[in-house]
């Protein structure tokens, strides 16, 4: 089995209302799609959607990697050889996560689809029969986000995730809002998305909160200051959550040995795909941490990546996959039984692309043989 050639798309997701967090806000999701086929004729899909504030990489520069670094290196490469294909990947360019994980589910995809298994069985088999969805809360005023909450509740959800970091008493005044709201009925989680900066301000955010349970705080502080996630987890009884602060292995081995976080968000496109995912998920096990798989808002090609990761692990015990329900279009057919996700038994990443919605949300595309 080897790769014969790796198509590439740039497309647009088209938003049902704008997705707004601190640092930015989108009216709609730009992404990389990979269509990889084999010689014998086997086809697999991969995504990576790009953060410039997290990765340091665009969209523009993800498709760039694929085709003139990454895709060229890769033909006439066996698909099963995961360990390899990153090897031949880490040795072609430094970093890069989000490209090399739009080859790498691409890669799971097809080779799930050539042994007729699902993508968990490669990673483990299956551990978790299904997960709660958790709805993600835009920054809005207090009110609208306690209304957006209610409703979610009324539709079924059990626990919501917070999108604030803009300024701390009007973030503490949006937690406090949906808190009252339906704090009794479905558990609260915050993410701050590295904007309260320092663990002074983060600390003072949690002694105005004190009367509010939360589930866990993610990521209060700026990325690289990891001693500071550790303050606030020294000095606080809420859980706290590393999420841009964990890239890779070298992030998830000082988490470990500061004793920085009680969980970590493992996400795709910081890690390079499944295959590492995987890797720290083992990493958080043996130090006693817990694991979440968190999203950047993709399509249904790499929701479904990251949910057979988490539906493949123990120590995986909470998913924010929710791309694919905030999108008006998508290219693939990832099913949600809302408020759950249970997923199917079908080879690979179970997912249908259809390729004429693929083509039409396409802004370009470039094919290497």
């Keep these: 089995m080897k790769i014969h050639s790796i198509e590439v798309f740039v497309v647009e997701f088209p938003l049902i209302e704008p997705f707004v967090i601190s640092y930015a806000s989108y009216d709609s999701m730009p992404s990389v799609i990979v269509k990889l086929t084999t ?8 995504e990576g959607v790009a953060d410039e504030h997290v990765t340091g990489e665009s969209v523009e520069s993800v498709f760039q990697i694929i085709t003139k670094t990454l895709a060229p290196q890769l033909i006439g490469q066996n698909p099963m050889n995961l360990e390899k294909i990153h090897d031949v990947m880490n040795k072609a360019i430094l970093g890069a996560p989000t490209a090399k994980a739009a080859i790498d589910i691409a890669c799971y995809d097809v080779v799930g689809k050539a042994l007729h298994v699902p993508a968990y069985v490669l990673l483990g088999g299956r551990y978790h ?13 207090p009110e609208k986000m306690a209304a957006s909450a209610e409703d979610r509740v ?13 300024d701390v008493a009007d973030d503490v005044a949006r937690i406090k809002a949906v808190s009252d709201r339906v704090g009794n009925k479905a558990a609260i989680r915050v993410d701050v998305n590295q904007g309260w900066k320092s663990a002074a301000k983060t600390l003072q955010a949690l ?14 502080v700026v990325a690289e200051d990891i001693d500071a996630l550790a303050e606030v987890k020294a000095k606080s009884s809420t859980p706290i959550m590393a999420d841009e602060a964990l890239v890779g292995f070298k992030q998830m081995r000082e988490i470990i040995a500061k004793r920085a976080a009680d969980k970590v968000n493992i996400k795709l496109m910081k890690c390079g795909g499944m295959y590492p995912a995987a890797k720290l998920a083992a990493m958080a096990e043996m130090a006693g941490i817990d694991c979440q ?3 950047m808002v993709e399509s249904s090609v790499g929701s479904a990546a990251g949910f057979h990761v988490a539906f493949s ?22 099913h949600y039984d809302v408020p759950f996700i249970q997923l199917n038994e079908k080879a690979g990443l ?20």
Excluded: C, R
Aim: aromatic letters at 10%; proline letters at 3%.
């Design 207 to 220: 002694d105005a909160l004190k009367n509010v349970a939360l589930d866990w705080l993610e990521q209060p």
């Design 39 to 46: 010689e014998d004729g086997w086809v697999g899909y991969g």
């Design 350 to 369: 179970g997912v249908d692309v259809n390729e004429d919605i693929l083509h039409a949300l396409t802004v370009y595309s470039k094919e290497v043989k």
């Design 129 to 141: 029969e299904k997960f709660p969805i958790t709805h993600v809360l835009s920054i809005d005023t």
């Design 313 to 334: 692990k123990k120590t995986i015990s909470s998913v924010e996959l929710t791309g694919p329900l905030k999108f008006s279009k998508d290219i693939g057919n990832l």
């Design 293 to 295: 798989v968190g999203s």
């Design 154 to 166: 009324a539709k079924g959800y059990t626990s919501f995730k917070m999108k604030v970091g803009y």
